[in-house]
Nanobody, 118 residues
Framework: QVQLMESGGGLVQPGGSLTLSCRAS????????MSWHRQGPGKGRELVAS???????TYADSVRGRFTISRDNAENTVSLQMHSLKEEDTAVYYC????????????WGQGTQVTVSS
C-alpha cells in the first residue's frame, strides 16, 4: 500500500506564489512518476506537471514558465512551486504516484485547496 499526503495549499493573491508538497509512504517501487493534477470549480481533473524518477518533466501549457516541479527520490517527495498565480489556477490540487508492478498502479492524495483571489 502507498499513501500520499499533500500540504501547502491556501489562499493567495493574484501574482503571488505558493509551494505544494507531497510525501509518499509505503511500498514504493524505485521507478515511478509523481505528478500534480488539479480540478477547478465545475471542471474536470487535469495534469499540471509530472516528473519521472529519472528527472524528465511534463507541464501543462497553462502553467509552463510559472510552475516548477521537483522531487527528492530519497525522501519520496514531490513539490510544486507556483509563481505568478492567476485566479484561474484556483483548484483542488492532487498529488499522484504512478508505478509498475506487473501492471500499472496509481495512487492519489486527498487533495489540497489552492485559492487565488484578491
Amino acid at each position: 500500500q502507498v499513501q500520499l499526503m499533500e500540504s501547502g495549499g491556501g489562499l493567495v493573491q493574484p501574482g503571488g506564489s505558493l509551494t505544494l508538497s507531497c510525501r509518499a509512504s509505503g511500498n514504493i517501487r524505485t521507478k515511478n512518476a509523481m505528478s500534480w493534477h488539479r480540478q477547478g470549480p465545475g471542471k474536470g481533473r487535469e495534469l499540471v506537471a509530472s516528473m519521472a524518477t529519472g528527472g524528465s518533466t511534463t507541464y501543462a501549457d497553462s502553467v509552463r514558465g510559472r510552475f516548477t516541479i521537483s522531487r527528492d527520490n530519497a525522501e519520496n517527495t514531490v513539490s510544486l512551486q507556483m509563481h505568478s498565480l492567476k485566479e484561474e489556477d484556483t483548484a483542488v490540487y492532487y498529488c499522484k504516484l504512478l508505478t509498475y508492478d506487473g501492471g500499472y498502479l496509481t495512487y492519489w492524495g486527498q487533495g489540497t485547496q489552492v485559492t487565488v483571489s484578491s
